[in-house]
């Protein structure tokens, strides 16, 4: 569940970076409330979409790579069919479908390598408290 909320708050967060950063490169676009209010549901429907796939690494029979890249094209697709919904990128301009492939990989990559290093930490606290235990 930890995996789950984190994934809806990095995709919310992401979701607004971009929708900040369309409107910093066109300031005369006017957003209403209600655009704001459906980029918010779409942001909300990725972030969902992202933890519902975080349960794959639940999976033990699979190979852990085969489970990376199954969990990276489900994040890779879903961030494209939302965004299109969103107009975050348009087909016809080839940089922008680009920027949001790297922008999705960057991030997908960025919170992976945190993850890691939560991991590391986690199983050094624990050899750390095992070793204490055993009067080392």
């Known amino acids: ?7 809806f708050m ?29 980029q918010f549901i779409l ?6 979409m992202i933890g519902c796939a975080n349960f794959l ?3 033990q029979h699979w190979p852990y790579i085969a489970v990376l890249s199954a969990h990276y094209l489900i994040v890779v697709t879903s961030s494209f069919i939302i965004g299109n919904f969103g107009n975050w990128f348009y087909m016809n301009e080839p940089m922008t479908v680009i ?23 986690a199983i050094s606290k624990m050899n750390a408290q095992l ?3 055993r009067g080392e």
Not at 1 to 7: A, L, Q, V
Not at 43 to 48: D, P, R, S, T, V
Not at 99 to 121: D, M, N, P
């Open 10 to 38: 990095v995709s919310v967060f992401i979701s607004y970076f971009t929708l900040a950063m369309i409107a910093f490169n066109n300031p005369e676009d006017v957003w209403s409330s209600k655009t704001i209010f459906v």
């Open 99 to 121: 920027s949001l492939f790297l922008r999705v990989t960057i991030v997908y990559v960025g919170v992976w390598i945190a993850l890691i290093f939560e991991q590391k930490r």
């Open 131 to 133: 070793q204490k235990n």
């Open 43 to 48: 942001a909300n429907g990725l972030g969902f």
């Open 1 to 7: 569940m930890k995996n789950f909320f984190i994934s």
């Open 57 to 59: 690494f639940k999976i």
